[in-house]
Nanobody
Framework: VQLQASGGGLVQAGGSLRLSCKASGAISSGDVMGWYRQPPGKQRELVATITRGGITNYADSVKGQFTISRDNAKNTVYLQMNTLKFEDTAVYYC????????????WGEGTQVTVSS
């Protein structure tokens, strides 16, 4: 599985960005897609995940602010980020998790999101 993320950039606080991640290769119907982020000097952390059926999970810090969605026909997952804050500044990574026959994580190259205060 290959993941290609796009949509990062520089935005002022209060602004919005939409990240996209297109998956290619042997996509499985059970794959869970998601976004993680790594703020400067910190560990990588979960942002949001979505199953093929549309079940979502969000980090508490982004609930009500970010929305994850998925277009199965296009093998693409999106992250709509609204009301961005300085602390949302991070490198955002697209992730595909396969749980069978064993847990396997695929990662895309990160895309930088910088929020100016």
């Amino acid at each position: 599985v290959q993941l290609q993320a796009s949509g990062g950039g520089l935005v002022q606080a209060g602004g919005s960005l939409r990240l996209s991640c297109k998956a290619s290769g042997a996509i499985s119907s059970g794959d869970v897609m998601g976004w993680y982020r790594q703020p400067p000097g910190k560990q990588r952390e979960l942002v949001a995940t979505i199953t093929r059926g549309g079940i979502t999970n969000y980090a508490d810090s982004v609930k009500g602010q970010f929305t994850i969605s998925r277009d199965n026909a296009k093998n693409t997952v999106y992250l709509q980020m609204n009301t961005l804050k300085f602390e949302d500044t991070a490198v955002y990574y697209c992730n595909c998790r396969r749980n069978w026959p064993s847990v396997m994580d695929y990662w895309g190259e990160g895309t930088q999101v910088t929020v100016s205060s």
